[in-house]
């Protein structure tokens, strides 16, 4: 099968535009410029308009292009100027994309390689080459290393020391066992010294903390973009007083850095750290660069957000001096301003951007205008059947094959793209009830280049809408079915959990794991072994006091109501301890009267509700969104409830528009193809009619 013509030379030859490339068609334009670059030793940057656009180019490429090797350099994911740093992962994301990008150059063997970053990212200004590539460390099994220098190493460079190694950049020392979780690495290392000699290098599974394998070697890179050694603390410090001029007392700051620990959004410190900073186009010199459609857009929408930020910072911190310290004021935990950097210091200007991308080509999706010169991706929008499913009795399977068959007579492969592994299985077996049978499963595009000429390929690939080229076509999940408007999964925490000290408002009422409910009187810097603690002051009964570090703040809860009347509990008492061990009892008894309600409920007969496999699949697949995970599990238990021969007892909870409707829908559905009556109930009037809507529409065509 045939790449797309278009060679990088002539792409860049040809204008600063590059039309004819729709999503899919992009990243198969974009390797084929790698391929093409490789051969002269460059690399190619690709700016994204953001991270979604980002992901979902990082995995075009991967299924049309797996040859191709893609560094992803992300932006921090903190705003401008913020009070937090930037997610450990995300920074070591950056670290280690930075570091892939000096091993570049020095490779000897040169492939087809594609930087991809966003505009936020690129706009940002990076730590120089010359520190990140002097700060590697590695060691090999026989090697001689003494502790202190690696404990040492590894406090500079941004490890945290802890008892057990869970997260990454976090390290152990137990005698002569070190535990190290790489930033960038999948597993963490244990390293067994015999006394100064390397004697076992074993990846270890976090969890379990039980090692898996050997390992002859291995190697580690800074976790923070800065360093925390002797020269770094001296050059933040002097620079810190040129540009703010005398130090307050008390700067929680600038006493962490003289102290060379770290303090909660000294990121945004990052260039006083550093004689010079870099920019990401030096990591990547020579490059060819090109932009998302919408990208210099996103640019100047960037640096007016940083200038705003900025400008916000200063107009605080002028009215801090002239009226003085006082509460809602732009202060730290301890009362001192926020100083911020000039802008130029930590991001480009919009003339040094124009500047670094001035010859960059720009990826457009629509087509290209007929004028000599322009080049043309040799891509376009695909076919949606839109017309076809808003006709009352319209075949969209039958359209579908047609096309197909068309699409192949004319020479092309033909793909069809789905969503998840549940929507691509649900699709094959609505085609096969279409009679489209030749249908082959393809884990990446050389799969589709086996396929027969009278056969079609099917893969996850999330793309919303298909595209046409001169020897591909894609058909995408949402262009046959209509809009799948997809959620991204999160992980969810209960809402009661404390995760900011923001918030807390003084007088407050909280629990705490060990020591029960007390009131929060606000914040308090202590120094504890001689060093500064930002720590929430709780109140207990008797008026003690307990101070808890903010770094611990997931000890605490929220308390739910306060009446008034809410007795606090005695700091050190046996109350809360005693009301923990009835609570414990209480829930003990509730349980074993479930367990024998459960009992019961399995030696009694119930009515068994089933429907036909493919019917049921063709109804599911008129839902316009991608189902979370949760409650394609909530379905699938409630069907397999109504499909047993006992009694359902199940009750469905979640937060205002998580689906639960649509759990519902699915059950009444087969409840309602399989001959019984169906009540919904609802508690108002206004509810019932926005049901009975929704009931009607999902149902219309059915013959329910």
Same mark, same amino acid.
């Given at each position: 099968?045939?790449?797309?013509?278009?060679?990088?030379?002539?792409?860049?030859?040809?204008?600063?535009?590059?039309?004819?490339?729709?999503?899919?068609?992009?990243?198969?334009?974009?390797?084929?410029?790698?391929?093409?670059?490789?051969?002269?030793?460059?690399?190619?940057?690709?700016?994204? &308009?953001? %991270?979604?656009?980002?992901?979902?180019?990082?995995?075009?490429?991967?299924?049309?292009?797996?040859?191709?090797?893609?560094?992803?350099?992300?932006?921090?994911?903190?705003?401008?100027?913020?009070?937090?740093?930037?997610?450990? #992962?995300?920074?070591?994301?950056?670290?280690?994309?930075?570091?892939?990008?000096?091993?570049?150059?020095? @490779?000897?063997?040169?492939?087809?390689?594609?930087?991809?970053?966003?505009?936020?990212?690129?706009?940002?200004?990076?730590?120089?080459?010359?520190?990140?590539?002097?700060?590697?460390?590695?060691?090999?099994?026989?090697?001689?290393?003494?502790?202190?220098?690696?404990?040492?190493?590894?406090?500079?460079?941004?490890?945290?020391?802890?008892?057990?190694?869970?997260?990454?950049?976090?390290?152990?020392?137990?005698?002569?066992?070190?535990?190290?979780?790489?930033?960038?690495?999948?597993?963490?290392?244990?390293?067994?010294?015999?006394?100064?000699?390397?004697?076992?290098?074993?990846?270890? @599974?976090?969890?379990?903390?039980?090692?898996?394998?050997?390992?002859?070697?291995?190697?580690?890179?800074?976790?923070?973009?800065?360093?925390?050694?002797? /020269?770094?603390?001296?050059?933040?410090?002097?620079?810190?007083?040129?540009?703010?001029?005398?130090?307050?007392?008390?700067?929680?700051?600038?006493?962490?850095?003289?102290?060379?620990?770290?303090?909660?959004?000294? *990121?945004?410190?990052?260039?006083?750290?550093?004689?010079?900073?870099?920019?990401?186009?030096?990591?990547?010199?020579?490059?060819?660069?090109?932009? %998302?459609?919408?990208? &210099?857009?996103?640019?100047?929408?960037?640096?007016?957000?940083?200038?705003?930020?900025?400008?916000?910072? !200063?107009?605080?911190?002028?009215?801090?001096?002239?009226?003085?310290?006082?509460?809602?004021?732009?202060?730290?935990?301890?009362?001192?301003?926020?100083?911020?950097?000039?802008?130029?210091?930590?991001?480009? +200007?919009?003339?040094?951007?124009?500047? $670094?991308?001035?010859?960059?080509?720009?990826?457009?999706?629509?087509?290209?205008?007929?004028?000599?010169?322009?080049?043309?991706?040799?891509?376009?929008?695909?076919?949606?059947?839109?017309?076809?499913?808003?006709?009352?009795?319209?075949?969209?399977?039958?359209?579908?094959?047609?096309?197909?068959?068309?699409?192949?007579?004319?020479?092309?492969?033909?793909?069809?793209?789905?969503?998840? /592994?549940?929507?691509?299985?649900? $699709?094959?077996?609505?085609?096969?009830?279409?009679?489209?049978?030749?249908?082959?499963?393809?884990?990446?595009?050389? *799969?589709?280049?086996?396929?027969?000429?009278?056969?079609?390929?099917?893969?996850?690939?999330?793309?919303?809408?298909?595209?046409?080229?001169?020897?591909?076509?894609?058909?995408?999940?949402?262009?046959?079915?209509?809009?799948?408007?997809?959620?991204?999964?999160?992980?969810?925490? +209960?809402?009661?959990?404390?995760?900011?000290?923001?918030?807390?408002? #003084?007088?407050?009422?909280?629990?705490?794991?060990?020591?029960?409910?007390?009131?929060?009187?606000?914040?308090?810097?202590?120094?504890?072994?001689?060093?500064?603690?930002?720590? $929430?002051?709780?109140?207990?009964?008797?008026? @003690?006091? $307990?101070?808890?570090?903010?770094?611990?703040?997931?000890?605490?809860?929220?308390?739910?109501?306060?009446?008034?009347?809410?007795?606090? *509990?005695?700091?050190?008492?046996?109350?809360?301890?005693?009301?923990?061990? !009835?609570?414990?009892?209480?829930?003990?008894?509730?349980?074993?009267?479930?367990?024998?309600?459960?009992?019961?409920?399995?030696?009694?007969?119930?009515?068994?509700?089933?429907? @036909?496999?493919?019917?049921?699949?063709?109804?599911?697949?008129?839902?316009?969104?991608? /189902?979370?995970?949760?409650?394609?599990?909530?379905?699938?238990?409630?069907?397999?409830?109504?499909?047993?021969?006992?009694?359902?007892?199940?009750? =469905?909870?979640?937060?205002?528009?998580?689906?639960?409707?649509?759990?519902?829908?699915?059950?009444?559905? =087969?409840?309602?193809?399989?001959?019984?009556?169906?009540? =919904?109930?609802?508690?108002?009037?206004?509810?019932?009619?926005?049901?009975?809507?929704?009931?009607?529409?999902?149902?219309?065509?059915?013959?329910?």
């Amino acid at each position: 099968m045939q790449e797309p013509k278009t060679s990088a030379p002539e792409i860049i030859a040809g204008g600063r535009a590059l039309f004819g490339a729709p999503e899919g068609q992009d990243a198969r334009i974009l390797a084929g410029m790698a391929r093409d670059l490789s051969r002269d030793r460059k690399i190619l940057t690709h700016i994204a &308009m953001n %991270d979604i656009r980002a992901a979902a180019l990082r995995e075009s490429i991967s299924f049309f292009a797996p040859d191709v090797e893609v560094v992803y350099f992300p932006a921090w994911d903190c705003l401008p100027y913020d009070r937090v740093s930037p997610n450990a #992962e995300i920074v070591g994301a950056r670290v280690a994309a930075l570091s892939r990008l000096i091993e570049w150059k020095a @490779d000897e063997k040169y492939l087809p390689r594609i930087l991809i970053t966003t505009v936020s990212a690129a706009t940002q200004r990076v730590m120089p080459q010359n520190a990140l590539s002097s700060s590697g460390f590695s060691a090999r099994v026989g090697q001689r290393v003494k502790v202190p220098f690696i404990q040492e190493y590894l406090t500079a460079n941004g490890y945290t020391r802890t008892d057990t190694v869970r997260e990454q950049g976090e390290f152990a020392v137990r005698g002569g066992i070190i535990d190290i979780f790489p930033t960038g690495e999948e597993l963490p290392v244990r390293i067994d010294l015999f006394g100064d000699e390397v004697e076992s290098i074993k990846p270890f @599974d976090p969890a379990t903390q039980r090692t898996e394998g050997k390992s002859d070697s291995f190697s580690l890179r800074p976790v923070a973009e800065f360093f925390l050694d002797t /020269e770094s603390i001296e050059r933040f410090r002097t620079g810190y007083r040129e540009t703010f001029g005398a130090v307050q007392a008390g700067d929680p700051l600038y006493e962490a850095v003289s102290e060379g620990r770290r303090y909660n959004g000294m *990121d945004h410190w990052l260039p006083l750290f550093y004689e010079k900073m870099d920019t990401l186009f030096d990591y990547a010199d020579g490059a060819t660069v090109t932009l %998302d459609q919408h990208a &210099m857009q996103s640019k100047d929408e960037r640096l007016a957000q940083i200038k705003d930020f900025y400008e916000a910072r !200063k107009t605080l911190e002028q009215s801090l001096r002239a009226k003085g310290k006082k509460k809602g004021s732009d202060v730290s935990l301890s009362g001192t301003s926020y100083h911020a950097l000039p802008p130029a210091k930590l991001y480009l +200007s919009a003339d040094e951007f124009s500047a $670094l991308t001035a010859q960059a080509v720009q990826i457009l999706p629509f087509g290209a205008p007929e004028t000599e010169g322009v080049r043309d991706g040799g891509g376009r929008k695909g076919r949606d059947f839109a017309d076809i499913r808003a006709l009352p009795d319209g075949d969209v399977f039958g359209a579908l094959r047609t096309h197909m068959v068309h699409l192949a007579s004319e020479g092309r492969k033909v793909l069809i793209a789905t969503y998840s /592994e549940g929507s691509k299985e649900r $699709l094959k077996g609505m085609m096969a009830h279409a009679g489209i049978l030749s249908v082959k499963d393809c884990e990446r595009f050389d *799969d589709l280049k086996k396929v027969g000429k009278a056969e079609y390929g099917i893969a996850i690939l999330a793309l919303e809408h298909g595209f046409v080229a001169n020897d591909l076509a894609v058909l995408t999940e949402q262009d046959i079915l209509g809009d799948r408007l997809t959620r991204r999964t999160r992980k969810r925490k +209960s809402d009661n959990f404390l995760t900011e000290v923001s918030s807390l408002n #003084e007088g407050d009422l909280v629990v705490h794991l060990d020591h029960g409910i007390g009131r929060f009187l606000g914040l308090e810097t202590l120094k504890a072994g001689g060093i500064l603690h930002d720590c $929430l002051k709780i109140m207990y009964d008797g008026g @003690d006091k $307990l101070f808890v570090p903010v770094e611990n703040i997931e000890v605490l809860s929220r308390f739910g109501s306060d009446e008034g009347t809410t007795q606090l *509990d005695k700091l050190g008492g046996a109350g809360w301890q005693a009301r923990k061990a !009835k609570v414990k009892k209480d829930l003990m008894i509730m349980a074993e009267g479930l367990l024998k309600i459960a009992a019961e409920r399995q030696l009694k007969q119930g009515e068994k509700l089933a429907v @036909d496999h493919e019917v049921y699949e063709k109804f599911v697949s008129r839902f316009p969104y991608q /189902e979370t995970e949760d409650q394609l599990r909530s379905i699938q238990d409630v069907i397999s409830d109504l499909g047993s021969e006992r009694p359902m007892d199940r009750l =469905v909870c979640g937060d205002v528009g998580f689906g639960k409707t649509e759990v519902a829908l699915r059950a009444a559905y =087969v409840a309602a193809m399989s001959g019984v009556q169906v009540a =919904v109930v609802v508690p108002t009037t206004l509810l019932a009619r926005q049901h009975y809507q929704n009931f009607a529409n999902r149902f219309a065509g059915t013959g329910i």
